[in-house]
């Protein structure tokens, strides 16, 4: 795997699976989708 291959896989994972998945204290223990949804309301 190159080098630009594995930035992607990384960025993606970070991205698409991390950042939907934890939950920050700073924001109440709330995903970032929950997070965005109750204060777009």
Do not use: C
């Not at 795997?1 to 204290?25: A, G, L, S």
């Amino acid at each position: 795997m190159d080098r630009e291959t594995m930035r992607q896989h990384v960025f993606e994972y970070i991205e698409v699976d991390y950042n939907k998945t934890r939950w920050p204290n700073t924001q109440g223990y709330l995903s970032p989708e929950s997070f965005e949804l109750k204060n777009s309301a």
